[in-house]
């Protein structure tokens, strides 16, 4: 089927002015023909209208989003992966050097959960060394 089969013909009446700002304009939008102009504005139109009563975004700029957002994404992901390789290589590090049980793992477990829900996360080495440094403080004046 070629492109006319699958249109149909519309009359359409223009104010002098608009038929004139049309003749004007059509090239400036990059369309082939005044038709083209026509049909891009009025899919534009309703683009519009459609977004106001939906409350959602109009088709070209939700594309634009959703195409920066896979970008992010994909971004994301290759950090994640990369810091969960580094993550991978420093607890094979420690668990070269040292032996534990896996009771003690459960333990460390439960406690790191406890301490990064306490925090939403937000955990650094200064306030973990911090925390350490009081903790044995407090057990040095229990042994007193």
């Not at 089927?1 to 004139?20: A, D, G, Q, V």
């Not at 634009?64 to 993550?87: C, H, N, P, Q, S």
Request: proline share 1%; net charge negative; glycine share 4%.
């Amino acid at each position: 089927m070629s492109k006319s089969e699958n249109t149909h013909k519309m009359t359409i009446r223009l104010s002098p002015i608009t038929e004139f700002r049309l003749e004007r304009d059509y090239r400036l939008d990059g369309s082939r023909s005044k038709n083209e102009f026509i049909e891009r504005a009025i899919t534009r139109y309703q683009d519009l209208l459609e977004a106001e009563q939906n409350e959602t975004l109009p088709t070209a700029i939700q594309s634009a989003i959703d195409g920066r957002l896979g970008m992010f994404e994909d971004r994301m992901a290759r950090l994640f992966y990369k810091l969960t390789v580094e993550t991978d290589m420093g607890i094979s590090a420690v668990l070269d050097c040292i032996r534990m049980d896996s009771d003690y793992l459960r333990k460390l477990r439960a406690d790191s959960v406890k301490n990064v829900k306490a925090t939403n996360g937000l955990l650094t080495f200064e306030q973990k060394a911090r925390e350490r440094e009081e903790s044995a403080e407090g057990d040095d004046q229990w042994q007193d």
